[in-house]
C-alpha cells in the first residue's frame, strides 16, 4: 500500500498532469497559429534560439527540388489507409526545406496510387511548422514500388534518404506542412482537436488514489483489531464430559442444574 501511494504521487499523477499541460499548451500554440498573419520562414532559420515553433505559420518563396518526392507509410485519411507525400523545397537564399505535402489515399486500400510532382518554377507557399517527429524504431527507410519510403518524419533521416542536406526549422527539427490549397498540396492531415482531454481528470484520479490506499488500510487494520478485542472480551466456552456448550445454550442450562442437585445432595448430607 505504501508502495502503492509513493508511485501515485511521483509517478502516476504527475505523468498525466504533464500530458495534460502539453496539451493545453499544443492547443494555445494552434489556436494562436490560426489568427496570427504568417511570418517569413527565413525568421525562423535565423533564430536558432526560438522557444518553440511549431504550429506557428509561415510562408516561403522558392522552388520545389526535382525528384525529391519520398513517401511516408501507414497513414490515414477519412479512416482509410493512406500514404504521406514528402518533397523537398529550395529557398531563395538556397537553403532546403522538407515539405509534407499532405496525404493521398491508397490504392485498393494497399497500394501507392500515381503521384503527382509538384509544380516546377518559382512558388510561394504556406503552411505550419511541425516538429520532427523521430525515427521509428527497427523501421527502417526502404524502396518499393518506384519511391524511396519511410515510416515517421524526420529531417535527419530524410537528409540520408535523399542523399542531400535538409535545413531543419529550429528548435525541434521542423519541417513545413502545407495548408489546403497550396501549390503541390494534397489532403492536408486534420489539425489536433482543441480540447486539453481527459489527462487532468486521470492525474486527479492517480492523486485520489494515493489518499485512498493508506485511508483504505488504516480502517482494516482498526477493523481488525477490533475484531480481536471483541473475541477476547467473549466468555470462555465452559468444558464437559460430552464436549464444549455454550452460555446460555439448554445444553449449558442442564449442567449448571446438575451441578446445584449434587451441591444440595452432598451439602444436606454432610451437614
Not at 70 to 92: C, H, I, K, S, Y
Not at 111 to 139: C, L
Not at 160 to 173: C, F, H, K, Y
Amino acid at each position: 500500500m505504501v508502495a502503492f501511494a509513493y508511485l501515485c504521487f511521483t509517478v502516476l499523477a504527475p505523468w498525466q498532469l504533464g500530458k495534460n499541460n502539453s496539451t493545453s499548451h499544443r492547443n494555445d500554440l494552434i489556436a494562436a497559429s490560426v489568427n496570427a498573419a504568417p511570418v517569413d520562414v527565413t525568421a525562423l532559420l535565423d533564430d536558432p534560439g526560438a522557444a518553440d515553433t511549431e504550429w506557428r505559420r509561415v510562408v516561403a518563396t522558392g522552388s520545389y527540388v526535382p525528384g525529391s518526392t519520398v513517401v511516408e507509410r501507414l497513414q490515414r485519411l477519412n479512416d482509410a489507409p493512406a500514404f504521406g507525400v514528402l518533397a523537398t523545397f529550395r529557398l531563395d537564399d538556397g537553403r532546403t526545406l522538407l515539405i509534407d505535402r499532405g496525404l493521398v489515399a491508397a490504392a485498393d486500400g494497399v497500394r501507392i496510387p500515381p503521384i503527382a510532382e509538384p509544380p516546377a518554377g518559382p512558388q510561394r507557399i504556406e503552411g505550419r511548422v511541425r516538429r520532427s517527429e523521430g525515427v521509428a524504431p527497427g523501421k527502417e527507410p526502404m524502396t518499393q514500388d518506384g519511391y524511396r519510403q519511410v515510416y515517421s518524419v524526420d529531417t535527419g533521416q530524410l537528409s540520408t534518404v535523399l542523399g542531400s542536406p535538409v535545413d531543419a526549422i529550429p528548435p525541434d527539427g521542423g519541417y513545413l506542412q502545407l495548408i489546403e490549397g497550396q501549390p503541390g498540396a494534397f489532403t492536408p492531415p486534420p489539425l489536433p482537436q482543441l480540447d486539453a482531454g481527459p489527462y487532468l481528470s486521470y492525474g486527479l484520479q492517480w492523486i485520489a488514489f494515493g489518499i485512498m490506499a493508506p485511508l483504505g488500510l488504516g480502517y482494516f487494520v482498526w477493523a481488525e483489531i477490533r475484531e480481536r478485542r471483541r473475541e477476547r472480551a467473549a466468555p470462555a466456552p465452559i468444558e464437559t464430559t460430552g464436549g464444549t456448550t455454550e452460555p446460555d445454550s439448554p445444553a449449558h442450562s442442564a449442567v449448571r442444574s446438575n451441578a446445584d442437585r449434587l451441591a444440595d445432595r452432598y451439602g444436606n448430607a454432610e451437614h
